[in-house]
C-alpha cells in the first residue's frame, strides 16, 4: 500500500530497507536552504532496534495494512501461548519472543489482539491495565509509613509486582501491563 510521507502518523507500520518497522516519532522539518524532509524514529519489528529514517518531503513510502483480530488466551505450553480464534475457534501458538513479557500478567482465558500482516502473526497486543490479585506478599508493618516505600508481591498469575506498604494477601490491584507497576487498588 503505497503512500507518501504526508501519510506518516505515529503507530503505522511500513516497509523500510525491506523490514517491517512502526513508527514511533516524526517530526516536518524545513530548513533555510535546501528542501523539506521529515526526519522519524522507527523500530524495526523483528529485532526491535531503533532507526532513524529520514525522507524526502513527498517521497513514496511503502505502508503495510495490519489486521486486528480478537483471540482468547488459553493456557501456555512450554515456551508457546496458546491463542484461540474467538470467530472460529482456531487455535494459534506463538513462541514467548513474538508475545513479550506483558503475558506474565493475562490470565488464562483473557481476550488480547493479535495483529495480523499477510495471515502472518506481527505481534499481540495486550490490555492497557489488568485487575488481578494478591497471591504472597510479605504484611506490611504498622508505622511503617515512609513516602514511596515498595515490596514485591506475587499475582495470581505467577508474575511479581512491587505493590505499596498497605498492600495485603487477597486484594485486588490494576497493574500497568507495559511497566508492569502498581497503578491502584481496587474495590470489590
Sequence with gaps: MAGSTSDLRNGAILKYNNVLCTVLDYEHRTPGKGPASYQAKLRNLQTGKLIEARFRSGESIDFVRVERHPYEYLYKDGEDYIFMDMNNFDQIPLNSEMVGDEMKLIKENQQVD???????????EVPAAVTLRITHTEPGFKGDTATNVMKPATVETGATVQVPLFINEGDLIKINTKTASYSERVNE
Design 114 to 124: 493479535l495483529l495480523f500482516v499477510d495471515e502472518n502473526v506481527l505481534s499481540c
